[in-house]
T-cell receptor
Framework: NAGVMQNPRHLVRRRGQEARLRCSPMKGHSHVYWYRQLPEEGLKFMVYLQKENIIDESGMPKERFSAEFPKEGPSILRIQQVVRGDSAAYFC?????????????FGSGTQLSVL | EDKVVQSPLSLVVHEGDTVTLNCSYEVTNFRSLLWYKQEKKAPTFLFMLTSSGIEKKSGRLSSILDKKELFSILNITATQTGDSAIYLCAVDAGGTSYGKLTFGQGTILTVHP
Protein backbone atom coordinates (compact mmCIF):
# COMPACT_ATOMS: atom_id res chain seq x y z
CA ASN A 1 0.00 0.00 0.00
CA ALA A 2 1.84 3.04 -1.24
CA GLY A 3 1.96 6.06 1.01
CA VAL A 4 1.11 9.61 0.11
CA MET A 5 2.93 10.42 -3.13
CA GLN A 6 4.04 13.91 -3.99
CA ASN A 7 5.77 15.13 -7.09
CA PRO A 8 8.00 16.62 -8.03
CA ARG A 9 10.35 16.29 -5.05
CA HIS A 10 12.14 19.46 -6.09
CA LEU A 11 10.83 22.27 -8.25
CA VAL A 12 12.76 25.31 -9.38
CA ARG A 13 10.92 28.28 -10.82
CA ARG A 14 11.86 31.82 -11.76
CA ARG A 15 9.90 34.73 -10.38
CA GLY A 16 6.64 35.17 -12.24
CA GLN A 17 6.32 31.56 -13.38
CA GLU A 18 3.69 29.11 -12.26
CA ALA A 19 4.28 26.17 -9.93
CA ARG A 20 2.11 23.06 -9.89
CA LEU A 21 2.51 20.60 -7.06
CA ARG A 22 0.82 17.22 -7.15
CA CYS A 23 -0.35 14.91 -4.41
CA SER A 24 -1.83 11.43 -4.64
CA PRO A 25 -3.32 10.38 -1.31
CA MET A 26 -2.97 6.95 0.18
CA LYS A 27 -5.23 4.32 -1.31
CA GLY A 28 -8.69 4.62 0.17
CA HIS A 29 -8.13 8.13 1.49
CA SER A 30 -10.42 10.86 0.24
CA HIS A 31 -9.31 13.75 2.47
CA VAL A 32 -6.28 15.77 1.46
CA TYR A 33 -4.49 18.53 3.34
CA TRP A 34 -1.75 20.88 2.19
CA TYR A 35 0.79 22.34 4.60
CA ARG A 36 3.69 24.70 4.00
CA GLN A 37 6.96 24.74 5.91
CA LEU A 38 8.99 27.91 5.58
CA PRO A 39 12.68 27.81 6.54
CA GLU A 40 13.08 27.46 10.31
CA GLU A 41 9.35 27.50 10.90
CA GLY A 42 6.80 24.86 11.75
CA LEU A 43 4.29 23.41 9.36
CA LYS A 44 1.39 25.77 8.60
CA PHE A 45 -2.00 24.55 7.46
CA MET A 46 -3.07 25.82 4.06
CA VAL A 47 -6.12 23.97 2.79
CA TYR A 48 -8.29 20.91 3.38
CA LEU A 49 -10.06 19.24 0.46
CA GLN A 50 -12.30 16.29 -0.15
CA LYS A 51 -13.05 14.98 -3.60
CA GLU A 52 -14.25 17.92 -5.71
CA ASN A 53 -14.76 20.11 -2.64
CA ILE A 54 -12.70 22.65 -0.76
CA ILE A 55 -13.66 22.22 2.88
CA ASP A 56 -11.38 24.74 4.58
CA GLU A 57 -9.00 27.13 2.86
CA SER A 58 -8.46 29.44 5.79
CA GLY A 59 -4.67 29.04 5.57
CA MET A 60 -4.35 29.85 1.88
CA PRO A 61 -2.97 33.22 0.81
CA LYS A 62 -5.77 35.21 -0.79
CA GLU A 63 -4.02 35.71 -4.10
CA ARG A 64 -2.03 33.52 -6.50
CA PHE A 65 -2.68 30.26 -4.61
CA SER A 66 -5.35 27.72 -5.49
CA ALA A 67 -5.99 24.05 -4.81
CA GLU A 68 -8.16 21.37 -6.28
CA PHE A 69 -8.88 17.70 -5.75
CA PRO A 70 -10.78 16.44 -8.79
CA LYS A 71 -12.90 13.33 -8.94
CA GLU A 72 -10.15 11.60 -10.87
CA GLY A 73 -6.46 12.23 -10.45
CA PRO A 74 -4.23 13.84 -7.85
CA SER A 75 -4.76 16.94 -5.81
CA ILE A 76 -3.02 19.98 -7.27
CA LEU A 77 -1.67 22.99 -5.43
CA ARG A 78 -1.12 25.79 -7.92
CA ILE A 79 0.90 28.92 -7.29
CA GLN A 80 0.75 31.58 -9.96
CA GLN A 81 3.37 34.25 -10.53
CA VAL A 82 5.68 32.87 -7.89
CA VAL A 83 7.81 35.17 -5.75
CA ARG A 84 10.92 34.42 -3.70
CA GLY A 85 8.85 34.29 -0.52
CA ASP A 86 7.01 31.24 -1.89
CA SER A 87 10.21 29.19 -1.54
CA ALA A 88 9.33 26.51 1.00
CA ALA A 89 8.62 22.84 1.47
CA TYR A 90 5.03 21.98 0.63
CA PHE A 91 3.65 18.88 2.29
CA CYS A 92 0.51 17.00 1.47
CA UNK A 93 -1.25 14.72 3.94
CA UNK A 94 -4.25 12.44 3.66
CA UNK A 95 -6.74 10.67 5.87
CA UNK A 96 -9.54 8.17 5.27
CA UNK A 97 -13.15 9.18 4.55
CA UNK A 98 -14.37 8.30 8.02
CA UNK A 99 -11.86 10.70 9.52
CA UNK A 100 -12.68 11.05 13.15
CA UNK A 101 -9.10 11.36 14.24
CA UNK A 102 -6.34 13.63 13.28
CA UNK A 103 -3.70 11.07 12.47
CA UNK A 104 -2.54 12.34 9.15
CA UNK A 105 -0.21 10.51 6.80
CA PHE A 106 2.26 12.88 5.18
CA GLY A 107 4.01 12.75 1.85
CA SER A 108 7.71 13.51 1.46
CA GLY A 109 7.03 17.03 0.32
CA THR A 110 7.91 19.21 -2.65
CA GLN A 111 10.75 21.66 -2.13
CA LEU A 112 9.97 24.76 -4.16
CA SER A 113 12.82 27.11 -4.91
CA VAL A 114 12.09 30.44 -6.57
CA LEU A 115 15.04 32.11 -8.24
CA GLU B 1 -5.04 32.67 17.70
CA ASP B 2 -4.10 29.07 18.47
CA LYS B 3 -0.48 28.65 19.49
CA VAL B 4 1.90 25.73 20.05
CA VAL B 5 5.35 26.32 21.50
CA GLN B 6 8.09 23.72 21.71
CA SER B 7 11.25 23.75 23.77
CA PRO B 8 14.11 23.50 23.52
CA LEU B 9 14.49 24.53 19.88
CA SER B 10 17.55 22.34 19.58
CA LEU B 11 19.29 19.74 21.66
CA VAL B 12 22.60 17.91 21.27
CA VAL B 13 23.22 14.75 23.26
CA HIS B 14 25.34 11.61 23.17
CA GLU B 15 24.13 8.11 22.51
CA GLY B 16 22.61 6.58 25.60
CA ASP B 17 21.36 9.85 27.04
CA THR B 18 17.71 10.42 27.95
CA VAL B 19 15.97 13.48 26.53
CA THR B 20 12.73 15.27 27.32
CA LEU B 21 11.07 17.47 24.74
CA ASN B 22 8.40 19.94 25.76
CA CYS B 23 5.27 21.21 24.08
CA SER B 24 2.90 23.81 25.48
CA TYR B 25 -0.24 25.05 23.79
CA GLU B 26 -2.96 27.64 23.89
CA VAL B 27 -5.97 26.74 21.80
CA THR B 28 -9.62 27.62 21.89
CA ASN B 29 -11.09 24.14 21.65
CA PHE B 30 -8.62 21.34 22.31
CA ARG B 31 -9.33 17.97 20.78
CA SER B 32 -6.00 16.16 20.66
CA LEU B 33 -2.24 16.59 20.64
CA LEU B 34 0.07 14.75 18.28
CA TRP B 35 3.79 14.13 18.04
CA TYR B 36 5.57 13.59 14.73
CA LYS B 37 9.18 12.78 13.85
CA GLN B 38 10.57 14.54 10.77
CA GLU B 39 13.78 13.44 9.16
CA LYS B 40 14.71 14.62 5.67
CA LYS B 41 11.35 13.53 4.39
CA ALA B 42 7.77 13.05 5.49
CA PRO B 43 6.77 13.69 9.09
CA THR B 44 5.96 10.31 10.57
CA PHE B 45 3.36 9.83 13.26
CA LEU B 46 4.49 8.95 16.78
CA PHE B 47 1.65 9.52 19.25
CA MET B 48 -1.81 10.99 19.57
CA LEU B 49 -2.92 12.07 23.04
CA THR B 50 -6.41 13.04 24.05
CA SER B 51 -6.66 12.24 27.74
CA SER B 52 -4.71 13.76 30.57
CA GLY B 53 -2.32 11.63 32.59
CA ILE B 54 -2.29 8.56 30.37
CA GLU B 55 1.17 7.72 29.11
CA LYS B 56 1.58 6.45 25.57
CA LYS B 57 4.61 4.27 24.99
CA SER B 58 6.37 2.85 21.98
CA GLY B 59 9.74 1.24 22.59
CA ARG B 60 12.12 3.87 23.93
CA LEU B 61 9.67 6.70 23.27
CA SER B 62 6.88 7.78 25.58
CA SER B 63 4.60 10.77 25.87
CA ILE B 64 2.12 12.19 28.30
CA LEU B 65 -0.39 15.01 28.26
CA ASP B 66 -1.42 17.43 31.01
CA LYS B 67 -4.63 19.15 29.95
CA LYS B 68 -4.81 21.22 33.10
CA GLU B 69 -1.38 22.79 32.60
CA LEU B 70 -1.69 22.67 28.80
CA PHE B 71 1.48 20.82 27.93
CA SER B 72 2.91 17.54 26.79
CA ILE B 73 6.32 15.94 27.00
CA LEU B 74 8.02 13.44 24.75
CA ASN B 75 10.69 11.28 26.38
CA ILE B 76 13.33 9.31 24.55
CA THR B 77 15.48 6.97 26.63
CA ALA B 78 18.80 5.40 25.61
CA THR B 79 19.02 7.67 22.57
CA GLN B 80 20.59 6.40 19.34
CA THR B 81 22.00 8.27 16.36
CA GLY B 82 18.89 7.25 14.43
CA ASP B 83 16.81 9.37 16.78
CA SER B 84 18.38 12.49 15.26
CA ALA B 85 15.49 14.38 13.68
CA ILE B 86 13.10 17.26 14.12
CA TYR B 87 10.32 16.41 16.56
CA LEU B 88 7.07 18.20 15.86
CA CYS B 89 4.21 18.76 18.23
CA ALA B 90 0.78 19.60 16.82
CA VAL B 91 -2.64 20.31 18.25
CA ASP B 92 -6.05 19.82 16.76
CA ALA B 93 -8.23 22.62 18.06
CA GLY B 94 -11.53 21.12 17.02
CA GLY B 95 -14.10 22.56 14.71
CA THR B 96 -15.37 20.85 11.61
CA SER B 97 -11.98 20.45 9.97
CA TYR B 98 -10.33 17.31 11.23
CA GLY B 99 -6.71 17.36 10.21
CA LYS B 100 -6.36 21.11 10.51
CA LEU B 101 -3.43 21.02 12.89
CA THR B 102 -1.47 23.82 14.52
CA PHE B 103 2.20 22.85 14.68
CA GLY B 104 4.97 24.05 16.92
CA GLN B 105 8.27 25.11 15.41
CA GLY B 106 9.87 21.80 16.25
CA THR B 107 12.81 20.62 18.35
CA ILE B 108 15.95 19.64 16.44
CA LEU B 109 17.52 16.68 18.21
CA THR B 110 21.08 15.67 17.35
CA VAL B 111 22.47 12.47 18.85
CA HIS B 112 26.24 12.02 18.59
CA PRO B 113 27.86 8.57 18.74
Amino acid sequence: NAGVMQNPRHLVRRRGQEARLRCSPMKGHSHVYWYRQLPEEGLKFMVYLQKENIIDESGMPKERFSAEFPKEGPSILRIQQVVRGDSAAYFCASSPPTATNEKLFFGSGTQLSVL
Amino acid sequence: EDKVVQSPLSLVVHEGDTVTLNCSYEVTNFRSLLWYKQEKKAPTFLFMLTSSGIEKKSGRLSSILDKKELFSILNITATQTGDSAIYLCAVDAGGTSYGKLTFGQGTILTVHP
